[in-house]
């Protein structure tokens, strides 16, 4: 996933480093690339952004593993699922 600037392999524990050190100089609390990984497919499932979307975005090969894997974040969905039809539903009458 990550070169040097001539294209060659990367140790991977160095774009980590780098990452803590940024961290470090922000005043910023630990966190990993994973961590970061996971709150962007939060944001976007909570955002509304397709699952097929997201699942690609992350290379899942199925969709199911990614409603699996954030499936803490459908219970909000399905409530703004619901008063999303209730809407339509009241300004039809």
Same mark, same amino acid.
């Given at each position: %996933?990550? /070169?040097?600037?001539?294209? /060659? $392999?990367?140790?991977?524990?160095?774009? #980590?480093?780098?990452?803590?050190?940024?961290? *470090?100089?922000? #005043? =910023? *609390? $630990?966190?990993?690339? $994973? !961590?970061?990984?996971?709150?962007?497919? /939060?944001? %976007?499932?909570?955002?509304?952004?397709?699952?097929?979307?997201?699942?690609? %975005?992350?290379?899942?090969?199925?969709?199911?593993? /990614? =409603? !699996?894997?954030?499936? $803490?974040?459908?219970?909000? =969905?399905?409530? *703004?699922?619901? #008063?999303?039809?209730?809407?339509?539903?009241?300004? *039809?009458?």
């Amino acid at each position: %996933m990550f /070169t040097t600037s001539i294209g /060659t $392999h990367l140790d991977p524990s160095v774009p #980590g480093q780098d990452l803590d050190r940024l961290l *470090e100089k922000a #005043g =910023l *609390e $630990h966190v990993r690339y $994973h !961590d970061l990984r996971h709150s962007a497919a /939060t944001f %976007m499932l909570v955002q509304g952004v397709h699952p097929k979307v997201v699942a690609d %975005m992350l290379g899942h090969s199925k969709v199911g593993l /990614t =409603l !699996d894997v954030y499936s $803490h974040v459908l219970p909000s =969905l399905q409530a *703004e699922a619901v #008063g999303k039809i209730e809407a339509l539903l009241a300004s *039809e009458s």
